[in-house]
């Protein structure tokens, strides 16, 4: 007889300087929604979505809570607050804006001090409004190697790479 | 549990519970103080993570509650968005109580609304992010003050210098220069270093607009004054009203007009049409003409009086052949912005393409530039803009404009007439802009308006170009 699957929930934060995209991926992935208006998070905005079942892993249904957390001005105990107890983070980069690409700014080092196990996943977002899709910025992938974490790059408009990037993420969780 | 008073005290809070013993099962709990938990299908009992499922990822903080080595955690403003879309913040409290009846730990659960408090830092930080993310779209669109006028020329140095000081003053500025040369956007970079940049900018091109409609556009108009005026309607001067009103193309502004303006300029008071009420508007003027305005009055063509009354300060904007090495800096500027709008991988001129450009005399300047950039970005396919990706058809460089191989008629040629021509030509060239037309012969303004006068050719009526 088949044991019955298990859920794992796994939290998991959003994180990535202000207007990258962030909320956008997570509502895309979440509710297929894409909206062109910018509203700023304040606080965080927490999603839950049940990850597609993967063939011939133990725990076949992967539920996770997302963070999205509004863009991190000064590192408060608060913010160390929703850190706490993430098994990932998807760090949001706005691919037209190479100031965005400073990880200083997202306290990315104060992520990881809180969660040392944590895995991350870098996502390079607005890949619609780049001129070449085939060669995205060098320093982006030089900063997610010295972090040993996958590059995608990410549409939320159009939804180009988002299914994707939240596989690899499962995948992530699940090794 | 909470007693009866405490639980009207976290109603006052708008405040709801929930209480769990220590194997994390539901004891007791009031939801009805919060819209967090208004779409949740709880039983009678559940669980801790059953009732917070945004907890996972918690459950060290959770036991270390139980065991007292926390005294509380708090998690602030969790949003919340109701299936309507109303979207509330929440705080939630996490604490253990002692239990004296019966030994044992309970954690609490407290869930406030501060929505009331959450939505006003929401709202200024919305104003405060959006200002930020437009002024990114300005600096990168090169719109802003400093990276608008690009170029590090001595003419571009003295218009900034321009811009710079006569922001600071009300009074009116004419703008003169060639088709192109960025009056207009020098126009609007005075009006946004001005004190008055956050009141309106207002913008017309008088060549634009039909002679006949132009009063009504300007002052308005009332109900009735006109067939189809079924309704009222605000001017462009009192839409300017507190700031700022630019008048590209004055030249253009028919005569009748033109009393019409300056008794405004005078008084700063003007009717709608059709109407007897005197209305006022406090409005600074920027005006701007690619025709040499003292010449369009010489010739009868615009009202001496409202030149002066406009030649208050007065900037002559340098053409695109005058900025030498500048012109490279725009051209790389233009191809960076073009690369992304039309999506190629453009990155760059070639050598010889920049060379090519500051070689060319641009009569049409800045606007030039951009289109011929922007057909070249379009048929480019490599990374580098080259001379053959420009059309090259109207590329005339200076250095191959003389007239090396001109040849005389066997029965010999008028002079007079030669220098007729040469004199009616360069006025059609330049669109009848006498400026222009006396620097395409190389002739100082007197000598070309000498010339003209000796040859009887009218600079009004710039014959066609056969």
């Known amino acids: 007889m088949n044991k019955p699957a298990i859920t794992l929930s796994k939290k998991i934060c959003m994180l990535g300087t202000f207007s990258v995209g962030k909320t956008s991926l997570v509502r895309r992935f979440v509710h297929g929604l894409f909206d062109d208006r910018y509203l700023s998070t304040i606080g965080v905005q927490i999603y839950e979505k049940q990850l597609p079942s993967i063939p011939g892993r133990r725990a076949e249904n992967l539920k996770l809570i997302c963070w999205d957390l509004a863009n991190i001005e000064k590192l408060t105990p608060a913010i160390k607050n929703y850190f706490r107890g993430a098994s990932a983070a998807i760090v949001v980069f706005d691919l037209t804006r190479p100031a965005t690409f400073d990880v200083k700014d997202i306290h990315l080092d104060a992520f990881k001090q809180v969660n040392p196990l944590a895995g991350l996943v870098f996502a390079g977002n607005k890949i619609d409004l780049l001129p070449d899709v085939s060669s995205p910025p060098s320093e982006l992938a030089d900063l997610a190697g010295s972090h040993s974490a996958p590059l995608l790059f990410t549409s939320a408009k159009s939804g180009a790479g988002v299914a994707e990037m939240f596989a690899a993420l499962g995948q992530l969780l699940l090794r | ?466």
């Open chain 2, 1 to 466: 549990m909470p007693g009866r008073y405490l639980k009207q005290i976290l109603k006052a809070h708008r405040t709801a519970y929930a209480v769990f013993d220590e194997s994390l099962q539901s004891l007791d709990y009031d939801f009805r103080n919060s819209v967090f938990f208004s779409e949740k299908e709880l039983g009678r009992n559940f669980s801790l993570w059953e009732c917070f499922p945004l907890l996972a990822g918690y459950e060290d903080v959770v036991r270390e509650i139980l065991q007292g080595k926390l005294r509380q955690y708090l998690l602030e403003k969790i949003n919340h968005c109701d299936d309507a879309g109303k979207l509330t913040y929440h705080t939630i409290l996490l604490t253990a109580v002692q239990d004296k009846d019966y030994g044992a730990t309970r954690l609490f659960c407290l869930v406030s609304d501060v929505t009331r408090e959450t939505a006003l830092e929401q709202s200024l930080r919305q104003k405060d992010y959006e200002v930020r993310v437009l002024r990114a779209d300005l600096l990168s669109n090169g719109q802003f003050l400093h990276d608008s006028l690009l170029g590090e020329s001595q003419p571009v140095a003295k218009v900034r210098e321009f811009v710079k000081k006569v922001s600071q003053y009300q009074a009116t500025v004419l703008l003169q220069g060639e088709s192109g040369t960025g009056k207009s956007l020098v126009a609007k970079l005075i009006h946004r270093a001005s004190p008055l940049s956050s009141a309106p900018f207002v913008e017309i091109n008088c060549a634009a607009i039909p002679d006949t409609l132009m009063e009504s556009e300007l002052f308005g108009y009332e109900k009735g004054a006109f067939t189809n005026a079924l309704s009222s309607k605000k001017g462009l001067i009192e839409e300017a009203d507190k700031g700022s009103l630019f008048l590209d193309e004055i030249g253009e502004l028919p005569l009748s007009l033109q009393a019409k303006l300056l008794t405004f300029l005078e008084t700063q008071r003007f009717r709608r049409l059709g109407s007897t009420i005197e209305r006022k508007a406090n409005v600074r003027l920027l005006v701007a003409s690619n025709k040499e305005l003292a010449a369009a009055v010489e010739q009868k063509e615009f009202r001496q009086d409202l030149f002066f009354r406009l030649n208050v300060v007065t900037a002559v904007l340098p053409p695109l052949r005058e900025l030498g090495e500048d012109i490279l800096l725009l051209a790389g500027h233009f191809v960076e912005l073009l690369a992304i709008d039309l999506k190629k991988q453009v990155t760059g001129l070639t050598p010889s393409l920049a060379q090519k450009l500051l070689s060319y005399d641009w009569p049409g300047n800045v606007r030039e530039l951009r289109n011929a950039l922007e057909r070249a970005v379009i048929f480019c396919e490599g990374k580098l803009l080259d001379i053959d990706d420009l059309s090259l058809s109207s590329i005339r460089p200076v250095a191959e404009s003389g007239l090396g191989n001109v040849q005389i008629p066997e029965d010999g040629l008028a002079f007079d007439d030669v220098e007729r021509a040469f004199l009616e030509e360069a006025l059609n060239k330049a669109g009848g802009n006498q400026t222009r037309a006396a620097r395409y012969l190389d002739l100082s303004l007197d000598t070309f308006r000498y010339r003209l006068k000796k040859f009887k050719v009218r600079p009004g009526h710039p014959p066609n170009k056969k």
